[in-house]
């Protein structure tokens, strides 16, 4: 008899980690979601009614032992809204360090593939666009951005140390701006943000000018791509996220459309740091993984704005 290969997602029961945990149980794997809650929520795993899952309310920057084989762990734990990481700026270092150094060891012990969920925030305020995964950024380690954005690039330091050191099988995947349902519904994140206020008829705000560029992936091509990573044998970091680029003047303006809000734009200040380009250069994902994205953005966002309503 064929055995079930089991996985581990660290922060499985946030937005991105809800989705993969779904996606690999029908995959047939056995899946430990490890979640300590502090900004993901059981609601987004509440519909999962498989024998093969389990949840274990952790904090991975503590010693954890798990007594089960294990095949993959995707290592997705992290504070990743800026709401988040601004009011959580110790723990979100501490998960990037100390969680990422625990899994690390847990993935050796085991002799596991691990994949670590990285960021397109590791290139900062890029210089370069598209971003390709050669550029080394443009962070300010002592901004107001760069508990989270150095949390992410010591992570894959370590990553890259423990495989060339110590032979883990590791991956790194650098994640776009992802939309979908399961976000929640006030993280400080444009796409959220912009549905909430359009459905509540409140004012759609956007900090600066709005000429900012974003490329927005929706989860059912992130999820498929992180998968497809870990089954290639290939250690350097890959971008993942969609190459239409649109301004946040333009989404908004968009999104009041598909939702036939009455919603006024008003503008406030830029935060500081705040990137003001932003798109993946893919050809490493297409080249290595076969992976595109497929889904449009009306499409995608049209299905994201139909969840939220049904959430209200």
Not at 118 to 142: L, M, R
């Amino acid at each position: 008899m064929k055995s079930i290969k089991t996985a581990v997602v660290t922060g499985g029961a946030g937005f991105i980690g809800s989705h993969l945990c779904k996606y690999l149980l029908k995959r047939d794997y056995r899946v430990i979601c490890i979640d300590d809650l502090i900004t993901g929520t059981l609601k987004n795993l509440e519909n999962i009614k498989s024998g093969d899952f389990v949840f274990i309310n952790h904090d991975i920057t503590e010693y954890i032992d798990i007594k089960d084989n294990l095949d993959i762990i995707f290592h997705l734990a992290s504070p990743a809204s800026p709401n988040d990481y601004l009011q959580l700026p110790i723990q979100t270092l501490k998960v990037g360090a100390l969680g990422t150094h625990k899994i690390l060891g847990l993935a050796k012990s085991k002799r596991a593939t691990i994949l670590l969920a990285s960021t397109s925030e590791v290139y900062g305020d890029p210089t370069e666009h598209p971003q390709s995964e050669e550029y080394w950024g443009n962070v300010n380690p002592i901004g107001p951005r760069g508990v989270y954005d150095e949390a992410k690039r010591f992570a894959e330091a370590m990553a890259t140390a423990y495989n060339r050191q110590q032979g883990v099988d590791t991956r790194i995947a650098r994640i776009f701006n992802t939309y979908g349902p399961n976000m929640r519904m006030r993280d400080g994140r444009v796409v959220p943000n912009f549905i909430i206020q359009c459905l509540l008829g409140e004012d759609i705000t956007i900090y600066g000018s709005g000429n900012q560029t974003r490329s927005f992936c929706y989860i059912d091509d992130i999820i498929e791509g992180l998968y497809k990573l870990t089954q290639a044998g290939y250690h350097m970091p890959i971008n993942f996220g969609n190459t239409r680029e649109i301004s946040i003047l333009e989404l908004a303006n968009d999104m009041k459309k598909m939702t036939k809000s009455k919603s006024k734009i008003v503008f406030r200040p830029l935060p500081k740091d705040d990137p003001k380009k932003r798109m993946p250069d893919i050809k490493k994902a297409k080249q290595i993984l076969g992976w595109i994205p497929k889904v449009d953005l009306k499409e995608g966002m049209l299905k994201t704005i139909s969840w939220f309503k049904s959430s209200l």
